[in-house]
């Protein structure tokens, strides 16, 4: 279990401070696959980057299951941050290596055996649908194998916790569907709980079981996909949906 508890995070903007995430709190459950949606500017960013212990809070914290995050240091904090997986938006691939070794590189900093490292990457391969593209390079690769390369990184090192950056916001539709259809089959074999930051509609529509939605820094709607999309309560989700009485 995941436990956001009053986080709050503001940045100095010349003479004021801007509240990029206002005491939020929330909890995730284990295996749960989550999508959190906000216009630009509503403070997902800030969010994700606080998950991925890569930001600090000026107040609150994040718990897994009874440890808190933000007080772990020097080894045990990078222990906990192989726990999680992250896809960048934008890839974020290394160009001068190839597939495997992309894939093979945050196991080799843990100083995984070569024959592990294998076993595992080759795993990987066939889960993201890339047999036959080991040795090629990203440069010759598509932006949706790309992204598969991206999300095998993410897993390698077996995450309880993957973070999504907009993991579909540089695809056509087709490749965004392939892709979204991979993260499905992923949670259904791996049961990773998975937390998809977008500001995508049909994202959120398409693969996740719960969705909050963010204004300003604030949770403003939490429910499932069903609830909040059919009967939104606030009015920046009824915005965003371009809402009509009784639509999914």
């Known amino acids: 279990m995941i436990r956001i508890e009053n986080l709050t995070k503001s940045f100095k903007n010349e003479n004021s401070r801007l509240v990029a995430l206002n005491n939020v709190s929330a909890n995730i459950g284990n295996g749960e696959l989550l999508g959190i949606i906000g216009s630009s500017g509503a403070g997902k960013s800030t969010l994700i980057r606080h998950l991925s212990l890569i930001e600090q809070p000026d107040s609150g914290t994040i718990w897994l299951d009874e440890i808190d995050l933000f007080k772990l240091k020097g080894r045990d904090l990078l222990r906990m941050r192989r726990q999680l997986g992250i896809v960048f938006q934008g890839y974020h691939l290394l160009e001068q290596k190839n597939v495997y070794e992309n894939i093979a590189f945050p196991l080799q900093l843990v100083k995984m055996s070569k024959t592990e490292i294998k076993k595992r990457v080759d795993e990987l391969i066939s889960l993201v649908g890339l047999n036959g593209k080991a040795q090629a390079y990203p440069v010759q690769l598509s932006g949706g194998q790309k992204q598969r390369v991206a999300i095998a990184r993410a897993l390698a090192s077996s995450p309880s916790l993957l973070l999504c ?59 499932s996909v069903k609830q909040v999309f059919t009967s939104p309560k606030h009015e920046m989700t009824k915005l965003l949906l371009g809402y009509q009485e009784g639509q999914l």
Not at 184 to 213: D, F, G, N, P, Y
């Open 165 to 223: 950056d907009e993991p579909t916001s540089a695809l056509d539709v087709v490749t965004t569907k392939s892709i979204l259809d991979l993260l499905v089959e992923i949670h259904r074999k791996t049961q990773v709980t998975i937390v998809i930051i977008t500001h995508e509609l049909s994202v959120v529509k398409a693969v996740c079981q719960r969705v909050i939605v963010m204004d300003e820094g604030s949770f403003v709607e939490d429910g």
